[in-house]
């Protein structure tokens, strides 16, 4: 199933950009998500203009988002009550151009030159297409897009059009309501891809025009949530629009006019949002909100390309002699600045802004996958995720009296505070998503030293979940704390007792609650969390001498590693029950633990844990390849490392999970990061100093990359013999490398590395037949 990889005609491989040399039907959706747009609150998938060339278009605004009773077939005491979807704003993204009567689309006209680039160093995307008209006359259109930084809800559009002769033009520029278009719904047969509402949703507030300007709002009908948008048009020569329409579902702006070869027609779209709080009272306009907000299409895309020029200086990650990986590389960190750098104090929803997939929500994938990038590249916005979990805790606290727990429990999936996943097994038994949240608030408090945030929000985080744990788990018989009833990362086993990977981190979470000095704190707490933590249990397998997922894991039945590939991903193929009752994992489970909780075990457990849990995982989720490649890494598995980071880094260009069309797998992108991060370059964090053991892959010529740590911006530089250690602004750092303790300051320090040896692979007493499965993808 791939895609960038397998045709590097198509898709030329270029360090800095993306770009398609030509159009092909049947991958339209999938290049959406690929070419898409973004800042953090707002998106806009990288569909074509013409709505005939177009497959899953649209625009998100993130926590914008619909309400509806959740209805059970058969319902309980505590499930989920309030379904929550992100909505697909009015979509600004559309123009209609007919040239001599001819209405120009991929799909029907003659094309004679076509390229299309999203360019990561700008932040703008641009497609030119070169037409042959039926009238004869040969025509050039160029769009170029870009989303504002400074001014967040604004995005910026030109379309040019240039020909050889005089021609008739007429160009139609639309604001469509997608939400409330009828679409395809494949909902039905993939639990990943989002839901359509019966009934209409955007209800208008206003709908003003005229002149080439739109003033428009709605609100929608269940969670009254509103947006405002405002578009204004400019265009050379200054002519004059033909007419103005406005409607609920489709206004326009329409230009018709002769146009010569020496003077092409350009057209500028300047469009702003209104969203969020601040145009909820029924007083305010949400229009005139999202007109004040208005800029001109050259100032956003300036916004776009300086804080781009800002990004890559800190957060560029260079691989040497790798230029197939580097393009890559550089598309996922891409993806990470789009997904967060204005979301500001919200979630991060599992698809960032480019696409309704898993319908807006915000899961623990922030907190483990984005926030470590977010920590040590962007630590206000680590702060700011944070500070929108703290935002829920009341609606978390009175979830936890629901399940008959003290704290807080957060929801599994959600965008409103309130749990939205109706499928406990699988949402709201995943309890460690409050050790998740409390380990981001650790790691962020431990790398930025920020005094404020730990005595305040982050004590009240720790504390809060820490409660939960305690009153969730129990002292068994054998004397040893047990946490039951619970599923771990690994959805594939659910609602079992003593998930390895749920107690580690509740030890965690306990241990650093425990460690506070805080008011609301008495020491017969504190010594009840110590005592949980010191007495955990963590199920370890005699017999395999290796740790159990959980108390019952070695007991399954083992899969049938004979399953063709064609039914992966299991979850679309088998009932839930066939896959519990089987030794097979959609995701590392116990190993993400003991990359995680790095030094609570030893290299020997983690190897041996690694080459038992390795073959068992079908990498049916995004969220394993990152981790299975950091771990072969640290133990030594050179090539597996490899391997799997080179599955993540493809994982949507080249769509190797199926369902890229519905928006970019944000938490694979962080996890990227990490991979090279804390895989190759070795970091391990939240011990006494940053610690690095770096595995540079044998053909790697270098790495180099910038952390961000207390204050202070490090380069980090390996190549395959040394690591060199340079702090570039602030104060000299306390660093550690493979156990030597350093001062790094403004002179380059370079430390000397030995090989790492690789291992003999452990050889399990009776094991059962297993195979990874390869992810299928093209290799130039």
């Not at 709002?217 to 947006?227: D, L, P, Y």
């Not at 702006?253 to 057209?267: G, H, K, N, Q, W």
């Not at 002699?321 to 789009?338: C, D, S, T, V």
Request: aromatic share 10%.
């Amino acid at each position: 199933m791939a895609l960038i990889s397998a045709d590097r005609e198509r898709f030329p491989n270029t360090p800095w950009q993306l770009v398609e040399t030509r159009h092909e039907q049947g991958t339209e959706g999938t290049l959406e998500t690929l070419f898409a747009l973004g800042n953090g609150h707002l998106g806009i998938r990288g569909a074509h203009w013409a709505a005939a060339d177009s497959d899953l278009p649209g625009s998100f605004i993130n926590g914008l988002h619909e309400i509806w009773d959740i209805k059970h077939a058969e319902n309980a005491f505590g499930f989920a009550r309030t379904g929550q979807r992100i909505l697909y704003i009015p979509d600004a993204n559309n123009f209609a151009v007919i040239i001599d009567g001819e209405a120009l689309s991929l799909a029907e006209s003659e094309v004679l030159e076509y390229r299309r680039a999203v360019d990561f160093s700008t932040g703008v995307y641009e497609c030119r297409i070169t037409w042959q008209c039926r009238s004869g006359a040969t025509v050039t259109t160029t769009e170029r897009r870009a989303v504002g930084f400074d001014s967040r809800g604004t995005l910026g559009i030109s379309l040019e059009v240039a020909t050889d002769r005089e021609v008739s033009v007429d160009v139609t520029s639309s604001v469509i309501n997608r939400q409330d278009q009828p679409v395809e719904d494949h909902s039905v047969h993939d639990p990943r891809r989002a839901g359509r509402h019966a009934g209409r949703v955007l209800l208008p507030l206003r709908l003003d025009g005229g002149d080439g300007s739109l003033r428009l709002a709605w609100e929608a009908a269940e969670s009254k949530q509103r947006v405002g948008v405002a578009v204004d048009h400019w265009t050379s020569a200054g002519h004059q629009p033909f007419d103005t329409l406005v409607d609920q579902d489709d206004s326009s702006v329409r230009y018709v006019l002769a146009v010569s070869a020496d003077e092409p027609f350009r057209l500028e779209k300047s469009v702003s949002y209104a969203a969020g709080a601040a145009i909820q009272e029924p007083s305010v306009d949400p229009a005139s909100v999202a007109e004040g907000n208005l800029r001109s299409v050259q100032d956003i895309f300036a916004q776009s390309e300086a804080h781009y020029r800002d990004y890559w200086s800190t957060s560029d990650i260079v691989v040497a002699g790798q230029p197939e990986l580097q393009q890559a590389i550089r598309w996922n960190l891409f993806q990470l600045a789009q997904a967060t750098a204005r979301a500001d104090v919200a979630g991060i929803p599992a698809k960032g802004v480019t696409g309704s997939g898993y319908e807006g929500h915000y899961f623990w994938d922030q907190e483990v996958y984005l926030l470590p990038y977010l920590t040590y590249t962007n630590p206000d916005g680590a702060r700011q995720v944070l500070e929108f979990r703290h935002g829920i805790l009341p609606e978390a606290k009175i979830r936890a009296k629901e399940l008959s727990v003290d704290g807080a429990l957060f929801p599994w999936r959600t965008i409103n505070g309130l749990e939205a996943s109706a499928y406990y097994a699988a949402g709201t038994a995943q309890f460690h998503i409050a050790a998740a949240i409390a380990f981001a608030t650790n790691r962020y408090v431990w790398a930025t030293g920020d005094a404020a945030f730990r005595e305040g929000i982050g004590a009240e985080l720790l504390i809060e979940t820490a409660r939960m744990w305690i009153s969730l788990g129990f002292f068994g018989k054998d004397g040893l704390f047990h946490i039951h009833g619970v599923t771990g990362p690994d959805e594939y086993t659910a609602v079992v007792n003593d998930n390895l990977y749920t107690n580690v981190m509740a030890r965690f979470n306990l241990r650093a609650a425990a460690a506070l000095d805080h008011a609301v704190i008495s020491q017969e707490e504190r010594e009840l969390w110590q005592a949980a933590a010191n007495r955990m249990q963590l199920p370890f397998d005699e017999r395999m001498q290796v740790h159990s997922q959980d108390n019952d894991f070695m007991h399954l039945e083992p899969w049938d590693w004979t399953t063709p590939r064609s039914k992966y991903p299991l979850l679309l193929h088998f009932h839930p029950l066939v896959i519990y009752r089987h030794q097979v994992l959609k995701q590392a489970d116990t190993v993400l633990a003991m990359f995680l909780q790095w030094q609570d075990f030893t290299a020997e457990e983690k190897q041996r844990a690694f080459d038992f849990y390795d073959p068992l995982t079908t990498g049916d989720s995004t969220l394993s390849a990152c981790v299975q490649g950091i771990m072969a890494a640290e133990v030594g598995y050179s090539r597996e490392a490899l391997e799997h980071f080179t599955n993540a880094v493809f994982i949507d260009l080249d769509d190797t999970h199926g369902n890229t069309i519905d928006g970019v797998h944000i938490a694979s992108t962080g996890g990227v990061w990490s991979s090279l991060v804390c895989g190759f370059a070795g970091l391990r964090d939240q011990g006494p100093v940053p610690y690095f053991d770096p595995r540079l892959p044998a053909d790697w010529e270098g790495l180099t990359f910038h952390l961000k740590i207390r204050g202070r911006l490090l380069l980090v530089e390996l190549d395959a013999g040394a690591i060199t250690l340079t702090v570039q602004d602030g104060d000299a750092l306390e660093l550690d490398v493979r156990g030597h303790l350093l001062s790094v300051g403004a002179e380059p320090v370079r430390v000397a590395l030995e090989p790492v040896p690789e291992p003999e692979p452990t050889v399990f007493p009776s094991g059962h037949p297993t195979a990874s499965i390869p992810v299928v993808r093209a290799h130039s």
